[in-house]
């Protein structure tokens, strides 16, 4: 079967640095997605990886391993509005997307 | 603002009612996907739809269906509502068929009473 794994919640501090890891078996691999959603709002898209390595996008990171199904999200500088839920997801061999239960991130003050 | 539009906004409904969903695309996207959402769970993919044929199918149950127009909007029909039904919709759409990035409507809550 198809998996993607993320934890379910994270807690950190304004100001501060978080990882937010993401693991998957998935049957191909055709491009790895993250997308921010605020509660009770739509997803939006915040990176996309194909190859292995870090895309940098201001003050958000996104890692990929593809030998090792692992994807993690940098959030540096962290912000109160920063507090959301990230979603990891993967194109599969049809090209279809696998969206992962996504992970609650909480920040504190 | 993502450019796709999903109308209503909220619905509200008794169980074993019908409802109807709207979604337009992003202009020019001719991709369609629906995606259910109930409280504080991941979204489950449902339907995908491409310049007006199916293109792929997931968790979708018997008692729902969809269709693409002509003109590229989409409809999810509901029907014989649950309880477990009432969740958050959401209608997303993309350039091609092969899901590249998708942009997400604004959602229409169903409860379902």
């Known amino acids: 079967g198809q998996n993607i794994d993320q934890p379910t919640e994270m807690t950190a501090t304004e100001g501060a640095i978080v990882q937010i890891n993401c693991t998957y078996q998935t049957s191909g691999f055709n491009g790895l997605f993250w997308y921010q959603q605020h509660a009770g709002e739509a997803p939006t898209f915040l990176s996309y990886?194909?190859l292995d390595g870090l895309e940098e996008k201001g003050r958000f990171s996104s890692f990929l391993s593809r030998s090792k199904g692992y994807s993690y999200l940098l959030l540096k500088e962290l912000q109160m509005k920063d507090s959301a839920s990230y979603l990891c997801a993967v194109k599969d061999s049809n090209y279809q997307l696998i969206w992962g239960a996504g992970t609650k991130l909480i920040i504190k003050p | 603002d993502s450019g796709v539009t999903q109308t209503p906004k909220h619905l509200i409904t008794a169980t074993g009612q019908r409802v109807t969903l709207r979604c337009s695309p992003r202009s020019g996207d001719l991709s369609v996907y629906w995606y259910q959402q109930s409280l504080d769970q991941g979204l489950q993919f449902l339907i995908q739809?491409?310049?007006?044929?199916?293109?792929a199918k997931g968790n979708i149950l018997e008692r729902f269906s969809a269709q693409q127009f002509p003109d590229l909007h989409s409809e999810l029909n509901l029907s014989s509502l649950e309880l477990g039904d009432s969740a958050l919709y959401f209608c997303a759409s993309s350039t091609g068929q092969a899901s590249g990035e998708q942009y997400f409507g604004p959602g229409t809550r169903l409860t379902v009473t």
């Open positions: 990886n194909v």
């Open positions: 739809y491409y310049n007006g044929e199916e293109r």
